[in-house]
Nanobody, 123 residues
Framework: VQLQASGGGLVQAGDSLRLSCAAS????????MGWFRQAPGKEREFVGS???????TYYADSVKGRLTISRDNAKTVYLQMNSLKPEDTATYYC??????????????????WGQGTQVTVSS
């Protein structure tokens, strides 16, 4: 599986942004998907994940209520980000795993990673 993240950019606090992660391969529906982010000087942080079917999601407490993950049959996973804050500034990565139907927050669980897309939120 190859993953291509896109949709990042420079926005103001309070704005919304939607990231996309396009996946290649025929078995996309067998992968649980996750989003992570990494700010300069900080460790990679789990944002949220979505199950293979798209019926279940799991979010980090820091983003609950503001960020929403979804997926469609066109091999794309989305991260809708609302009410953005300066602390959301980071490079965002999508990841895929065949090890779990609903992936956890642990990076080691994921088999494939996208290249990242930069999100910058100005105050």
């Amino acid at each position: 599986v190859q993953l291509q993240a896109s949709g990042g950019g420079l926005v103001q606090a309070g704005d919304s942004l939607r990231l996309s992660c396009a996946a290649s391969g025929r078995t996309f529906s067998t992968y649980g998907m996750g989003w992570f982010r990494q700010a300069p000087g900080k460790e990679r942080e789990f944002v949220g994940s979505i199950s293979r079917s798209g019926g279940s999601t799991y979010y980090a407490d820091s983003v609950k209520g503001r960020l929403t993950i979804s997926r469609d049959n066109a091999k794309t996973v989305y991260l809708q980000m609302n009410s953005l804050k300066p602390e959301d500034t980071a490079t965002y990565y999508c990841a895929a795993t065949y090890r779990a139907a609903l992936p956890s927050q642990w990076p080691y669980e994921y088999n494939y990673w996208g290249q990242g897309t930069q999100v910058t939120v100005s105050s």
